[in-house]
């Protein structure tokens, strides 16, 4: 029953072609419209914060802790229960946290401006430079892709394991080309491919040897606590703490946000580092604002309270999203297994499982679901500049539509696999 | 009475100067601290807006208009109800604005951080070019300095009248320098100075010929809708249509925002400006954000609904704080008129009075004010590099203090003034 495709006669394959093509102008007939195409929750997750809205009315008290008056202006990096609610998610102590404002992926792109035109702790300014390059773990975030791309910053794949990029790879770059100034890292529940980096390959890390003083460790940890388990999480060393341990106390920015825990729109994001950086972010943020939203900030505080408000809030989380996740793994298992056309991965935490296609396949199943209702994340957008050298990535995230939905666009996804496999067979 | 310092003979001046130093013995022994420094709203300012965050709760529908989620990611340059409403603040189409986060200062230091790296609308970025100068009416706005100072760009004052900036000096040195590539402007009730650019001025703003195709006027219209009196309004042009009907729609961004509506820290920022100049602003918004938040604009709009809620709740600002630019006025009048030591403007709206000492005497004014209890904005701060010319200049911010604490600071400073003012005669 499940004969591999690769050992398929020719007429197998013709047959097996015209069922797929029946399938496949019925399901374009049925004329779906599916976004799947990025890690956005659903409204019923949302839904899960609306007592947010709440916790702060007109008789409630506005001033933090220090008594500020969070309406008024003030407080450049953070009122100091933010600090510590964020910094308890983020495992360093609340001194070594800024907090900014909804978007910590804003907070990556002004550090990669700030080194553009006033260089990283006093080093020469990027815009200076002959050449600047980061190294990006692949298959990765597009839009950390887009950010360095857009600086016109040179971008080097760096291969993906289930431990994490290639270390021997990443520490050879490093420590002999001092053109390399970054590294874009999605450490826990990686997006796409929900890895959570080794300890040893965090200890490797924290041990690097740059030949550029100026080179950081972009460490976004975007999906800390986003576990689909309670009983099967992985689990990530912290950094700032290795890289002192090791001497490397500057080597990282430690990003994170409450994007996908309160309101993707509407959250708070901070930074963790060093002394060092983060006088260097607050030099650049005492010209750029006057503060950020502080109010927000006491709204985060007083909802989630502390990381076990925030650990009990993402148990329900888990609770709506786990049976998506397991829709779409039970139907690739069921439908794909033993066909020798793909192969994904099963993530315990974050917001993508990452699918891997005969190589040469990705468009073409993007492009075939596309047409039959489904929009994907572009193949190719899991690489640098868009270019998948093999056209195999996918990124799939299923948080998005309702389960019915998902179910529909998994096995239109399904068929689009099939088919382009079987053509692609064909063609060769 | 009321003789000029400058007719007094030295005996006199003595003899005033033992009595002014009496006074300020006794002041000081007080043990006062109060903070005037910055143009904050006070507590019951804030408390008007506090039916914000009553109107949305849990209960409420955090749909915008065209259906989109305000809770989750999307919507670059903001939902089209605040673009309404910022539209109207801003006298412009909802379709010539893109909103922003919580500070338009953020804004603006993005805005030249985007030239700095990749240009404006095309043309070569700054950073790449050997000279960049900005033109700085003055006195002005110290954090608008501040940013061009960080940016390294070379700032050249230009004086400012009752009528706006010198634009004999601003036509000649933006049509024959090339390197000059943008002015400061705070155009309405302006900072600290209360004055509004008259009509003739906005017309020649509209037709100026820069020699740099990529010159921008930053046109910060802090003040629009925050008038003192209901019958003393100051009117400023609509510099979009005056820069369009001029054949140059392309010269100009303003700035808005609630910060001095609503709450200074959790307001709404904007940007008004011609279809080219957004497009280019947000070329860089989509690398840089997924976007604002926009619950916070949802709020905005549900709270004061239209142009005419803004102006009933700043109408209920102007209760609050014209008393008290109107103590300070009366106190100074009283106090310093005749004198010839000081004269000061008398602002329509705004939140500042600008205060000109004797030449020489405004750090010395501002270092006893300090001593005695009462921290001003530092002397020097209107201008450029912090460098008054002839240190006279000092910023009054009447807002933030209580009515009786006002008092107390204005006492203070006149006989700061006083003391200042005869030991420089003394000296001279």
Not at 223 to 228: E, G, K, Q
Request: aromatic share 8%; net charge negative; hydrophobic share 35%.
């Amino acid at each position: 029953m499940m004969k591999e495709y690769r050992l398929m006669s020719k007429e197998e394959l013709l047959s097996l072609k015209e069922d797929l093509d029946r399938q496949y102008e019925q399901v374009k007939a049925c004329g779906l419209k599916l976004d799947m195409s990025r890690g956005k929750p659903a409204a019923d997750q949302l839904d899960l914060s609306m007592g947010m809205m709440d916790v702060l009315n007109s008789e409630a008290e506005l001033k933090c802790e220090t008594g500020v008056d969070c309406r008024n202006y003030g407080v450049i990096d953070g009122i100091p229960e933010a600090k510590r609610l964020l910094g308890e998610m983020s495992e360093v102590d609340p001194d070594q946290i800024i907090i900014y404002g909804n978007s910590s992926l804003n907070v990556m792109f002004d550090s990669i401006a700030r080194s553009m035109t006033h260089g990283v702790m006093g080093h020469t300014p990027w815009m200076k430079l002959d050449k600047v390059k980061f190294l990006c773990p692949v298959p990765g975030y597009d839009r950390h892709f887009k950010i360095t791309e857009y600086f016109g910053i040179e971008m080097i794949n760096v291969p993906m394991s289930e431990d994490g990029p290639d270390m021997d790879m990443v520490e050879e770059l490093v420590s002999t080309d001092p053109s390399v100034k970054g590294i874009w890292c999605v450490p826990k529940y990686s997006n796409p491919q929900g890895y959570t980096y080794s300890r040893q390959t965090v200890d490797r890390f924290a041990r690097l040897k740059p030949a550029a003083p100026d080179f950081r460790i972009y460490w976004d940890n975007a999906y800390s606590i986003h576990h689909l388990y309670d009983d099967n999480q992985d689990f990530l060393e912290e950094i700032l703490h290795e890289c002192a341990k090791a001497g490397n106390p500057d080597i990282v920015y430690k990003f994170t946000s409450t994007s996908k825990v309160s309101f993707p729109g509407s959250g708070i994001a901070a930074v963790a580092a060093s002394q060092n950086n983060l006088e260097d972010f607050r030099r650049y943020m005492r010209i750029q604002t006057i503060g950020h939203d502080k109010v927000n900030q006491l709204r985060h505080v007083r909802f989630f309270k502390d990381l076990d408000g925030l650990h009990e809030h993402m148990r329900k989380h888990a609770r709506l999203i786990r049976p998506k996740f397991e829709l779409v793994l039970n139907t690739l298992d069921t439908e794909l297994g033993g066909l020798g056309i793909g192969s994904w991965t099963h993530p315990h935490g974050g917001y993508f499982i990452s699918f891997d296609s005969m190589d040469g396949c990705a468009k073409a199943i993007v492009a075939k679901a596309k047409e039959a209702g489904v929009v994907l994340t572009e193949a190719g957008a899991t690489f640098p500049y868009g270019k998948d050298p093999r056209d195999s990535n996918i990124r799939i995230a299923p948080t998005f539509p309702t389960l019915e939905e998902l179910g529909k666009a998994v096995e239109i996804f399904v068929l689009c696999v099939k088919l382009a496999s079987v053509e692609k067979l064909l063609k060769d």
